[in-house]
């Protein structure tokens, strides 16, 4: 970020902590342009950049106050971006480490195991034990392939509820199905 755009961020967000509404949404509408451009150059996929960018921006107006005016803004703001990428590939990670990737386009169930076969009835079993919502949640991520984003829009939830309910739901099946959590190994 130039100095210029940085001292007019620095002025509007000053501004914003003493309660002017109008120089917040300002700031955070400008401010959105540079994370936006900056989190693009670091991560390929536009749907992720775009949630990253939903992160940084609560990041931000949770630790507003943590800003001091008397410094420039352009530091503070890419200490948050820095750190929710960070945030980002290290879920990455740990997803691409414990979840089978769902195929294009798939609409078979992912687990690919003949219906008569004992372990694809123990699933099913298990899925008719587990709350209709945890269940519709899983059966919609993992079975029919949707994302978090199209499984909200679709049952009318939040994102952070749907990852809530498919968490609780795939910790209910593995007390069901007698599946150990794998714990992590420390060298």
């Known amino acids: 970020m130039d100095s210029d755009r940085d001292r007019r961020l620095a002025l509007l967000f000053a501004r914003a902590q003493r309660g002017d509404v109008d120089a ?103 899925l008719d034990r587990i709350p209709q919502v945890q269940r519709r949640v899983i059966e919609m991520l993992k079975i029919n392939g949707l994302s978090v984003k199209e499984v909200a829009t679709r049952m009318e939830m939040s994102e952070s509820a749907v990852k809530i309910a498919a968490f609780r739901g795939y910790e209910s099946l593995r007390d069901l199905l007698g599946v150990k959590r794998q714990s992590k190994q420390t060298i």
Do not use: C
């Open 24 to 126: 917040y949404a300002t700031f955070l509408g400008e401010a959105s342009t540079v994370i936006r451009s900056y989190v693009a150059r670091r991560i390929s996929s536009p749907e992720a950049t775009e949630d990253v960018v939903q992160e940084i921006l609560i990041t931000m107006h949770r630790a507003r106050h943590t800003y001091n005016v008397a410094r420039p803004v352009g530091p503070w703001l890419y200490a948050i971006v820095d750190h929710r990428i960070a945030d980002f590939y290290r879920q990455a990670k740990r997803i691409d480490r414990n979840e089978v990737p769902i195929r294009e386009g798939a609409v078979e169930p992912v687990y690919d195991l003949p219906r008569q076969d004992p372990r694809a009835l123990a699933i099913d079993e298990a």
